[in-house]
């Protein structure tokens, strides 16, 4: 609780179902800590306490609202989903009564700036639901809608003027952006997601909050954070300190202490408190709104200790809740060691459900661009003895942080099929980003987050609709969906093994096979057809099987003396399925 005076401030509750303990005040006298306990037995309702001090006494205002159906909500994320990344600011404007909230200056609201906000909101994404199921998607993860300063940043670098409008810089951890709705509007995206089949991912942030929160010039104590506004180091980034057992004290401190930059001031985890508060705060959005999942961002910048607390408290009270942690890492060692299931040097498990795979991301870039040979997606996937369940790891094909496909060096249309293609067939729960679907492009921050054709007033077309997509924007539309619909038609494809068949310079062709079938992926950038001969007897294929085609082929190939052989068009992804003779399968 925060206010003023609250120096020897006691606090009762007006009810036998709550009870008040462990109060104490900050030095400011600016901030009370009380332990609430609520009895099995309360309902729901109004349950005001009321604070007293020696000037006076005043009421706080403490409601327990309805529990949530947990049958219907709290789903949690597994391999069967496919995520689809929203900026609200970017996607749609749903809702133009929001687009210049009170205390907002019309220069952070003009859509001319990319750094500023542009309108999108929570309106917008639930009037697309329809458009995303027709996707084929399951999932919608949406940047962080906390509250952010609504004012313009001014200065004399390239970044200036700018806004929050991407939403990490939070100033209330239990507002929603005035920008995006309230907290009735999120609740009734969740309701009307859930209603088609959609979950919902909540984009958290417990390692720093913005320069402009209250906390910032008044600390509700003195280890809140890590320094202060005026005094305070700033993160080098050498993250594998992390990652050793034979790092620096002063490495790690920096990594784990220094601020991301100067205005996201760095909260403390070690301190009890700060835990405390930010573990109960992720439970009361889950709780208050029903949400399915949580993205943490920059998750290895906080204690490996804290990242485990948090896990377990989420899974104690919401046994289905799924966390995936922001490790933007290249280097395969570094994601594995924070995700759980398995125990690190240091003694820890920290019980993380899923982490991002960028080595994998990165590889696929790097082959479908044609920077390196197609053998380095399977010398990539040998990485995966590091982790306990390899398809618990999120892939992805890009995201709000990263140059979009087609605006690589080196891209092509067919190569960002196939890295769809790839994404989506690969091990793992995969992740889009909004517009890759119609082969949007953008380089760096901010260019990466234009905002959709037709989500807004004004715009020339509308890309929602098939009317609305250029020539080779619909060509991607249909080739993505055909692959989300493949993986939701096969199970071996979401859940099954992955088996290496074939790779060289230009090719890879992978199985991935469970109890029921055998599902072949097989990728050829090369300028011309390839003609390739698989082992099928090794993935326990008998004579006489046939392999038909899925996507990008309606060819067929017979299984005969254990082989199968694969005439793959150039420059595409193609998939099969295995019919008939399938006896023997060596599923492990």
Known sequence: MRGRNLAGARVRSVSPAIRVSDVFVNKNATYLFATVSISPAARAGEYPLTLHTTAGSTTIPFRIEPALEPRTHFQGITSDDVIYLIMPDRFADGDQSNDAPAGSPAAANDRKNPR???????????????????????ALWLTPWYDNWNGLNTCNKPWCPNTYYHGYHAIDYYAVEDHFGNLATLRELVEKAHASGLKIIQDQVANHVGSQNPWVKDPPLDDWFHGTLAQHSVNKFHNSALLSPHSNTDEVRNTLDGWFSDDLPDMNQEELEVARYEIQNSLWWIGATGIDGIRQDTIQYMPRSFIRDLSNALHRQYPKMWMV????????????????????????????????????????????????????????????????????ITTFANSHDTMRFMSLDGATLEGAMMHIAFTLSVRGIPQLYYGEEIALEGKDDPDNRRDFPGGFA???????????????????????????????????????????????????????????????????????????????????????????????????????????????????????????????????
């Open 325 to 392: 942690g922001e490790v933007f890492e290249r280097d395969a060692a570094q994601t594995s060691f924070f995700i759980g299931g398995h125990t690190g040097w240091d003694g820890i498990d920290t019980k993380l459900d899923s982490v991002f795979d960028f080595p994998l991301w990165n590889a696929s870039l790097l082959a479908f661009t044609n920077k390196a040979s197609m053998r380095a997606l399977r010398d990539q996937l040998k990485y995966d003895a590091l982790y306990p369940d390899p398809l618990k």
């Open 116 to 138: 500023a906000y542009h309108g999108g909101d929570l309106r917008g994404v639930i009037a697309h639901l329809p458009y995303l199921k027709d996707l084929g998607v399951t």
């Open 458 to 588: 004004g715009d020339a077309r509308n890309a929602f609709t098939t009317e609305g997509r250029k020539t080779t924007e619909q060509r991607m539309f249909a080739w993505t969906r055909s692959w989300l619909r493949l993986r939701a038609e096969h199970p071996a494809i979401r859940g099954g093994r992955l088996i290496d068949l074939f790779y060289d310079d230009d090719a890879y062709v992978f199985a991935r096979q469970d109890r029921s079938e055998t599902v072949i992926v097989a990728f050829n950038r090369a300028g011309q057809e390839r003609k390739l001969t698989l082992p099928a007897a090794s993935i326990g294929l008998k004579d006489g099987g046939e392999l038909v085609g899925l996507v990008g082929t309606a060819a067929r190939a017979r299984v005969d003396q254990g082989q199968a052989t694969l005439i793959i068009p150039q420059r595409t992804a193609v998939a099969y399925k295995v019919s008939n003779s399938q006896s023997g399968l060596r599923v492990r």
